[in-house]
C-alpha cells in the first residue's frame, strides 16, 4: 500500500496482514481526498477505526496539522506506530488504544473540535451508524467541518442529524463513502 498524494506520496506504508482490517484502497482514499480538495493543509484531522492508519497519514502527507488514530487493536496501534516513525511524523499526532466511544468521550471532554473526520469501522456490525450518531452529540467536529464514513452497501446511514448535514454519497461495488458536513 502506497501514500497517493502529497509529501510522501508513493512511499510504502505498512499494514497489518489480519482478516479483521480492511485497510483503505488506493480508490477510495483518492475519492476522499478529491472531495476534501487541499482542505486538510493546517486542519486537525480524527482517524476513527484507523487500522494501518492509511486516512491519517494520507491526511498528514497532503499538510494536516494534526492527526489523532484511534483502534482498539494492538497490531494496528504497532503498524501505525511503526508508519509514523518511517515518516518521522509522530509530533503531529497522537494514537489511542482505546474503543471509538471511549476516545470520542474522551476528546471531547477535552473539548477538542476537529475540521476533518474519518470513520471506517468493520462492515455489518452497526458500528457505521453507531459510532456516527455518538459524534453527532458529541460536539467534537467544528462547524463546517467534514466527516467522512465508510461502510458496506447495505448499512443505511440517517440523512437527518442534530449536528451533522448529510452531503452525498459514493458507491463503489459493495462499499460506500457517506460525506456529512458540521452544522
Not at 497489518?16 to 472531495?35: L, N
Not at 506506530?81 to 489511542?96: A, C, E, G, I, M
Not at 459524534?135 to 437527518?160: F, M, Y
Amino acid at each position: 500500500m502506497r501514500i497517493i498524494g502529497g509529501e510522501f506520496k508513493s512511499r510504502i506504508i505498512s499494514f497489518p496482514h489480519s482478516k479483521s482490517v480492511r485497510p483503505a484502497m488506493d480508490r477510495i482514499r483518492e475519492t476522499i481526498f478529491d472531495i476534501l480538495g487541499n482542505r486538510v493543509d493546517n486542519l486537525w484531522v480524527l482517524d476513527l477505526f484507523a487500522g494501518s492508519g492509511s486516512l491519517g497519514l494520507e491526511a498528514l502527507s497532503r499538510g494536516a496539522e494534526f492527526v489523532t488514530f484511534v483502534d482498539t487493536d494492538r497490531s494496528c496501534i504497532r503498524i501505525i506506530l511503526k508508519n509514523l516513525d518511517q515518516f518521522s511524523l509522530r509530533p503531529k499526532s497522537r494514537v489511542l488504544k482505546i474503543p471509538c466511544k471511549q476516545a470520542i468521550d474522551y476528546l471531547s471532554k477535552k473539548r477538542e473540535k476537529y475540521h476533518v473526520i474519518f470513520v471506517d469501522p468493520p462492515y455489518n456490525k452497526g458500528l457505521a451508524k453507531k459510532t456516527l450518531m455518538i459524534i453527532d452529540q458529541s460536539g467534537i467536529l467544528q462547524p463546517h467541518g467534514k466527516l467522512i464514513v465508510e461502510h458496506a452497501r447495505q448499512e443505511s446511514l440517517p440523512a437527518a442529524l442534530e449536528t451533522l448535514r448529510f452531503e452525498r454519497i459514493k458507491r463503489y461495488g459493495t462499499t460506500c463513502l457517506s460525506f456529512y458536513q458540521g452544522t
